[in-house]
């Protein structure tokens, strides 16, 4: 406003092509002019392309059914179920992958991250070793290596490696039991809930306390037992009610259980380990990042390491970490594409496969577009409230 | 990914390129001096690289036979090699002239996808190749129930596989790859206890793996699979020389013009050999497809006729050793007939 008002001030130049206002108007009217004709421009060169080469368009195929069958269905699909419904399971997919691989990949980064700062020698070499040998590889490569080079030489199916809790390993992929719920376990889920509710009540009251009265209480330890205990409790007064379903061999593989693909496993593994290499170097410089004198005026408080570390770094380090974390779990995301280099059905393998069975290519890469860019801004959405609620706020 | 890039290429080019496919494909492809010819990424007897780099089999000879018949020279052709998801929107998108990439011909294909078949060059069914040695009791896909089954995406195979197991009840697990190498690998693997495409595909696929001798194909045939190019549609004049190419390859074959004796037989008599030849006096056979008079003689002396051509490829002439079977000429009990040229 303040520059307006002091151009307004100025003498007129005589005429209207000299002056500023008049100008900026006229281009940026120019500009939306250009952008919005160059859209429409393609659009409708698009459409009437499409209409002359004689190739259906539009989006009804997507009631039409689908025929064909995807390895991974986290909701009910058959080959009868239609074109939408298999790209909601491609969807599904990516985003089981992207969230199981954003908490490994944070896990594993953290912990690398504060590894490289370790006092120990031997631990910080190793994790220097990791970052700059998975930082350095394209994650296709990092993919081909878990599917190829780890998981395919495993035994075949009949000669599957015996793990403890009759769980398996073979080359098909990774076999546990699956708990298999019976009558009365509501209860359990109750239990667990309400034990949450109490531990945030107990450390809600536990801060209050040390704010009036400075004195402390060991509030981990009492959550701890709430969470375990409650539920623990629940499951024996509900007499037991628990089985488990065994993986046993059939004629071509081990059928029954909970069944992890070795697609799924070398793409969690190969994205989340990538992934954690560049999140460790965040890591790295937010803990940096904070001044040497926090942790000193910490110490002459009387501080020992571990609270100067949770209660004044962390909290700083933060504010550093978090925005360019997000960066991290936008491209963990995307990077799940490559899935499709070894068959795991997410968006890009089953939208690409609709797009071939359908023949229109247009819609289906216009579909695949909108998709990402809805998750990627859901996730920058999350993270950025996140932040705020990190952000420094002055009392 | 290359599938998106070509994806986003298609839309773009259809975007941008509006007056590209309008002008004749014939006259572009005259104009470029070459043709460019859709294949697939390597199937032993259709479409596959040798050890000089050279593409062999029936779908790059047929590619040739249309470069010979446009330019007399078989050698005026550049090979795109596709996936099955790529394949069409290449087609669509202009950046190939012609798909010759063994791929089944479908009303949806030829009505939505803006493509037209111009025949059948391969009659060919789905079929499974399993591993005998190890799994010795199995002899019949109908014992396939719980396999874990590979298979390539984007493909008829891909459908047909769903709906053979639903119609016997049976329950299979999919384990699906864009790329015919990563099936191939994947299967070689031990990733999945049967493999399924064309039969004529696995008898290929056989001999690339690791041990060819302890696999075996399947007797069941579960679904139809008329392989045959397809040009874009909508340019009559490009699809009738793709189509009567084809049909020249099997009238030479009917009428015994071989590679061998195709010039001797330029001084036949035979009124049908002349017409064929473009010796007879004032024909313009050639001449009304938009080609020169002799089109045929090229095209016979570049690839040979069609049964030069299978057996070269997937015939006793080849590792493969598949039987004509219904492949042959509709004068020995096969499928193969093509229209006279007159």
């Known amino acids: 406003m303040a520059s307006q008002e002091i151009l307004r001030e100025e003498p007129s130049r005589g005429s209207f092509i000299n002056d500023p206002r008049i100008r900026s108007l006229f281009f940026q009217t120019l500009v939306v002019i250009l952008l919005f004709s160059s859209i429409w421009w393609i659009v409708h060169n698009v459409i009437e392309n499409l209409q002359r080469l004689h190739i259906a368009s539009g989006f009804g195929f997507l009631k039409s059914r689908a025929g064909f069958d995807i390895s991974d269905t986290p909701i009910a699909y058959t080959s009868d179920s239609t074109y939408f419904r298999a790209l909601v399971v491609g969807l599904l997919n990516t985003i089981i992958i992207a969230v199981a691989g954003i908490v490994l990949a944070t896990v594993v980064g953290f912990l690398i991250g504060i590894g490289r700062l370790s006092q120990n020698w031997l631990i910080r070499k190793i994790c220097t070793i990791y970052v700059e040998v998975f930082r350095n590889i394209p994650p296709l490569l990092v993919i081909f290596f878990w599917y190829s080079g780890v998981l395919a030489v495993l035994p075949p199916p009949r000669e599957s490696i015996h793990l403890p809790l009759g769980s398996f390993l073979n080359q098909r992929g990774f076999y546990l039991p699956r708990a298999v719920w019976g009558d009365g376990s509501w209860l359990i889920g109750v239990a667990l809930l309400l034990a949450i509710a109490m531990a945030w009540f107990v450390a809600h009251r536990a801060r209050q306390r040390q704010r009036a009265t400075g004195q402390q209480f060991p509030v981990f330890w009492t959550s701890v037992a709430l969470i375990i205990g409650l539920p623990m409790l629940a499951f024996l007064l509900g007499g037991m009610p628990l089985t488990f379903d065994f993986p046993k061999q059939s004629t071509f593989n081990l059928t029954g259980g909970f069944w992890i693909k070795p697609e799924f496993l070398s793409l969690l593994l190969a994205l989340s380990f990538y992934t954690a290499a560049f999140i460790a170097e965040i890591v790295r410089a937010g803990i940096r990042g904070v001044s040497k004198g926090q942790t000193e005026a910490a110490a002459a408080l009387g501080l020992r390491s571990a609270p100067i570390l949770r209660l004044v770094v962390i909290p700083q380090a933060m504010r550093i970490v978090i925005p360019p974390l997000t960066s991290q779990y936008l491209n963990l995301t995307k990077n799940s594409s490559l899935a499709i280099a070894i068959g795991y059905p997410d968006l890009t393998a089953t939208a690409g496969t609709v797009l071939n069975q359908t023949g229109q290519a247009v819609e289906g890469v216009f579909i695949m577009m909108i998709a990402y860019l809805v998750l990627s801004l859901v996730t920058s959405f999350v993270m950025n409230i996140v932040n705020a609620r990190m952000a420094l706020v002055e009392r | ?342």
């Open chain 2, 1 to 342: 990914m290359k599938h998106i890039a070509i994806g986003i290429l298609g839309a773009a080019a259809l975007g941008f390129m509006a007056s590209a496919a309008s002008a004749g494909t014939l006259d572009t492809v005259k104009q470029k001096g070459f043709l460019q010819c859709g294949v697939s990424t390597g199937l032993a007897g259709f479409s596959a690289p040798d050890d000089k780099g050279d593409w062999k089999g029936i779908d790059a000879d047929f590619c040739r036979a249309v470069a010979a018949a446009v330019f007399g020279d078989a050698s005026k052709v550049k090979f795109t090699p596709l996936s099955a998801k790529e394949r069409f929107t290449a087609l669509q998108s202009g950046e190939i002239d012609l798909l010759s990439r063994n791929t089944t011909w479908t009303s949806n294909r030829d009505s939505a996808l803006g493509l037209d078949f111009v025949g059948v060059t391969y009659y060919d069914g789905q079929g499974f190749m399993i591993n005998a040695k190890k799994l010795p009791g199995v002899n019949s896909a109908l014992q396939l129930s719980g396999a874990a089954v590979c298979v390539q995406s984007g493909t008829t195979t891909e459908l047909n596989l769903a709906d053979y197991f639903k119609k016997n009840k049976m329950e299979y697990n999919p384990v699906v790859f864009e790329k015919l190498e990563e099936v191939n690998a994947a299967y070689d693997a031990g990733r999945c206890d049967a493999y399924t495409t064309d039969q004529s595909g696995l008898y290929g696929i056989r001999l690339t793996l690791s041990s060819p001798a302890d696999h075996v194909v399947l007797p069941e045939i579960i679904s139809k699979e008329p392989l045959g190019p397809a040009v874009r549609q909508g340019d009559d004049q490009w699809a009738h020389i793709a189509r009567w190419t084809y049909f020249a390859l099997l009238n030479a074959e009917e009428a015994g013009i071989t590679q061998a004796n195709v010039e001797e037989m330029k001084t036949s008599t035979d009124p049908n050999i002349q017409r064929l030849l473009g010796t007879e006096p004032d024909g313009k056979y050639g001449a009304d497809l938009g080609l020169s008079n002799d089109w045929v003689v090229n095209i016979v002396k570049a690839v040979g006729n069609y049964g030069e051509m299978f057996e070269r490829n997937v015939g006793s002439g080849s590792p493969l050793k598949i039987a004509r079977g219904i492949n042959a000429l509709w004068t020995k009990g096969g499928l193969q007939y093509g229209p006279p040229i007159r």
